[in-house]
């Protein structure tokens, strides 16, 4: 998620953004969290469907009640990556990683480093590079080192990306950003939230795009609120050959439609399902927050928590993760 610099707190701290509570259900979801090699090593929630059965009560930071450390039910599993937003967490989108568990996903959530709650030393030029390779890495380790990987169907891996999530879901799905592309575009449009935060500023020229790390086993892609897309020309999205699912709110202030969403999906070869949410802003998108931050941190629900009137998150976050499921249950069959 992009946010404004005076709102640099744990937005999505353990008991902020967390989904409504869920009690067990006939399919018990196992839950662990992992850590992957790397320099530095990456931290990465998983959900997946479980023989192990779930207790009657919420156990996890997130309020809801999983199998923790379960056994991994059935084999030849499909792989969802959810990349998190700009300073997000792991847990940003439980209840997505829970439907699609529930839907016999394994769903590995890195929780990105120097861009995430309680770690934002990356600057914007340093994750635009990290953020796709850690979510390539933890593909090759969910499809292989982790201890289930060898029930991981490596022919079906999806990624669902939110807002800088997006733009690393689109990089790593084998888009070229173009930097300076963004910095012509702040330069005609300094008023742009994103540019004026100051992101495509401190990126400047950009890395080699030879660099950027892209993985051609992700078979879909999914993105909610897309950072960025102003970033990416039509000839720099060529290279996404795969089903392109996109949401946008309509009342997006920090990454509008119109300037994110909507390029993207006319510069995508294959076409893209364009989801254009009305009355959604662009915290929509993230879990029904935690009653208690009202009190805890007024500030930061009312900007994050607070929905325009008319739009419920709950109801529409039950479409959305169902669509969700359909989507990838289309884009990656067999």
């Not at 997505?96 to 030393?121: F, I, K």
């Not at 390029?263 to 995508?268: E, I, K, N, Q, V």
């Amino acid at each position: 998620m992009f946010r404004h610099a005076a709102a640099a707190v744990a937005l999505a701290a353990f008991a902020v953004c967390a989904s409504a509570p869920t009690r067990a259900q006939d399919t018990a979801v196992g839950f662990e969290r992992i850590t992957v090699p790397g320099t530095p090593d990456l931290s990465v929630g998983v959900w997946f469907p479980s023989s192990d059965a779930a207790p009657a009560e919420p156990n996890t930071p997130f309020r809801q009640a999983l199998a923790l450390g379960g056994a991994l039910e059935g084999d030849e599993r499909p792989l969802v990556v959810i990349s998190h937003g700009n300073g997000g967490w792991m847990g940003g989108h439980a209840d997505a990683a829970l439907a699609l568990a529930r839907a016999g996903y394994v769903v590995a959530a890195p929780q990105h480093t120097g861009d995430s709650d309680g770690d934002e030393s990356a600057s914007p030029a340093q994750w635009a590079v990290t953020r796709p390779a850690e979510i390539v890495a933890t593909i090759d380790h969910m499809a292989g080192r982790w201890r289930g990987g060898g029930h991981v169907d490596a022919a079906r891996i999806g990624v669902f990306g939110f807002s800088a999530g997006g733009y690393s879901g689109l990089v790593a799905a084998g888009a070229t950003p173009d930097f300076a592309l963004a910095t012509r575009f702040c330069e005609a449009n300094p008023g742009d939230f994103v540019c004026e935060l100051g992101i495509v500023a401190a990126i400047g020229p950009g890395p080699d795009v030879a660099t950027l790390a892209s993985d051609p086993r992700i078979g879909a892609l999914a993105i909610a609120a897309p950072g960025l897309g102003f970033a990416f020309a039509a000839e720099g999205l060529q290279g996404v050959t795969v089903p392109v699912q996109i949401w946008s709110g309509a009342l997006d202030e920090r990454v509008p439609h119109a300037t994110n969403g909507a390029p993207l999906a006319a510069g995508l070869p294959p076409g893209a399902d364009v989801h254009l949410v009305e009355k959604a802003g662009h915290f929509a998108f993230l879990n029904v927050c935690n009653p208690l931050l009202e009190q805890h941190n007024p500030k930061i629900w009312q900007m994050v928590c607070v929905d325009a009137p008319g739009f419920d998150r709950a109801a529409f976050h039950t479409m959305l993760n169902g669509a969700l499921v359909d989507f990838f249950d289309s884009a990656l069959a067999r």
